[in-house]
């Protein structure tokens, strides 16, 4: 079976055991649907309007999507796999505290971890080299993306380890300040994003020593901010990084009115598609999430990361163009194809972009 194939089936796959896992449905799990129609709606209008280049230009190349496909699939057998009872030991946990922070550990959490690096480095190198104009295939990307996999762990780890210092910050210095420790971790987390938004494509490339690509990444990131920035800040209000909720509700004869609000520490460097606004909202209820709406929400989310990490491959290709031509390679990509607006493909030399050439309209 090629990888192209088992994508797909990735998918479907995922889709299964999500249905699967969602009935029967318990009470208060449906009251987050709403959150989810309000979240589709906002990504179709993105996808519409500030990113519709980048849209037409994944749906032209399948193989983008090849490396969350395989992710799919392999996470979602690691999580049957480890519900059944000879393989318990798999799912078996340990709990490991340190600096105030509690971390359950297991077999299938480490492998899980080895998943997420493998499909972080596989899926930025296939943007990388969509955007770069190669149609290498997904066996080839993915050969190549083993190679820059300690790499992106490494950056990885980098990134999460000062949200995870800042949370330890605040449960030892600021616990007792209140309003003052969320927003301490909230503004913690927009700096780490905005400093990684670029990292993995300059990770990737293993040409360059980690150090130069760690600090050219960072770089990048904040250079292109004003340019970013506005997409970057909508993608952690859908995620929710930043949530109030406020619920209410009859369990018996008791009512319950509950109020809730929350500045959380999430890497949004990589492809993050965590939900949080209705996981907060379960919490409220008390309930479980229900797996459609998760799986559905982070799909979207996922989708999001992808197309917003294909504008950034571009500008900064762009950009390695503009400031030294003569060690552009030739290679990389003579000609750039396009989706026009009336849905012909046109062919423009290198550095006569259409999206220049008809004035640069993708910022938000």
């Not at 000062?162 to 700096?191: D, E, K, Q, T």
């Given at each position: 079976?090629?990888?192209?194939?088992?994508?797909?089936?990735?998918?479907?796959?995922?889709?299964?055991?999500?249905?699967?896992?969602?009935?029967?449905?318990?009470?208060?799990?449906?009251?987050?649907?709403?959150?989810?129609?309000?979240?589709?709606?906002?990504?179709?209008?993105?996808?519409?309007?500030?990113?519709?280049?980048?849209?037409?230009?994944v749906a032209r190349r399948p193989d983008v999507w090849v490396p969350l496909g395989c992710w799919y699939f392999a996470t979602n057998a690691l999580t049957v796999l480890g519900s059944l009872p000879f393989l318990a030991f798999f799912a078996a946990t340990k709990h490991v505290s340190a600096l105030g922070l509690s971390l359950t550990v297991s077999l299938m959490f480490i492998v899980q971890i080895v998943l997420g690096v493998a499909y972080l480095a596989w899926q930025t190198h296939t943007?990388?080299?969509?955007?770069?104009?190669?149609?290498?295939?997904?066996?080839?990307?993915?050969?190549?993306?083993?190679?820059?996999?300690?790499?992106?762990?490494?950056?990885?780890?980098?990134?999460?380890?000062?949200?995870?210092?800042?949370?330890?910050?605040?449960?030892?210095?600021?616990?007792?300040?209140?309003?003052?420790?969320?927003?301490?971790?909230?503004?913690?987390?927009?700096?780490?994003?905005?400093?990684?938004?670029?990292?993995?494509?300059?990770?990737v490339d293993v040409r360059r020593p980690f150090g130069e690509a760690l600090s050219e990444?960072?770089?990048?990131?904040?250079?292109?901010?004003?340019?970013?920035?506005?997409?970057?800040?909508?993608?952690?209000?859908?995620?929710?990084?930043?949530?109030?909720?406020?619920?209410?509700?009859?369990?018996?004869?008791?009512?319950?009115?509950?109020?809730?609000?929350?500045?959380?520490a999430v890497w949004l460097g990589g492809y993050n598609g965590e939900f949080k606004w209705y996981s907060k909202l379960m919490a409220a209820y008390e309930a479980a999430p229900w797996p459609l709406v998760t799986f559905t929400a982070g799909l979207g989310l996922t989708v999001l990361a992808i197309v917003m990490k294909v504008r950034f491959a571009h500008d900064l290709r762009d950009a390695d163009h503009d400031e030294d031509p003569a060690s552009h390679?030739?290679?990389?990509?003579?000609?750039?194809?396009?989706?026009?607006?009336d849905g012909d493909s046109t062919k423009e030399p290198h550095g006569q972009d259409p999206r220049h050439s008809a004035g640069d309209d993708r910022a938000v």
């Open positions: 079976m090629s990888l192209r194939s088992f994508s797909k089936l990735g998918f479907v796959f995922a889709a299964v055991v999500a249905t699967y896992n969602s009935f029967p449905m318990d009470a208060f799990q449906g009251r987050g649907l709403l959150f989810l129609l309000g979240l589709l709606l906002s990504l179709g209008v993105l996808f519409a309007v500030p990113l519709r280049r980048e849209v037409a230009f943007i990388r080299e969509a955007c770069a104009g190669r149609e290498s295939g997904p066996s080839v990307t993915l050969q190549a993306a083993k190679g820059a996999m300690v790499r992106v762990f490494g950056a990885s780890a980098i990134c999460v380890s000062i949200l995870l210092i800042a949370v330890a910050l605040v449960l030892f210095v600021l616990g007792g300040i209140g309003v003052f420790a969320f927003v301490f971790i909230g503004v913690v987390g927009l700096a780490v994003n905005f400093s990684s938004s670029a990292l993995l494509l300059r990770i990444g960072i770089r990048d990131s904040w250079k292109f901010a004003p340019r970013w920035w506005l997409l970057l800040l909508v993608q952690h209000f859908l995620t929710g990084i930043a949530t109030y909720v406020t619920v209410s509700y009859r369990t018996g004869s008791h009512f319950q009115s509950k109020t809730s609000w929350s500045f959380d390679d030739e290679s990389e990509i003579t000609v750039d194809d396009r989706v026009t607006s």
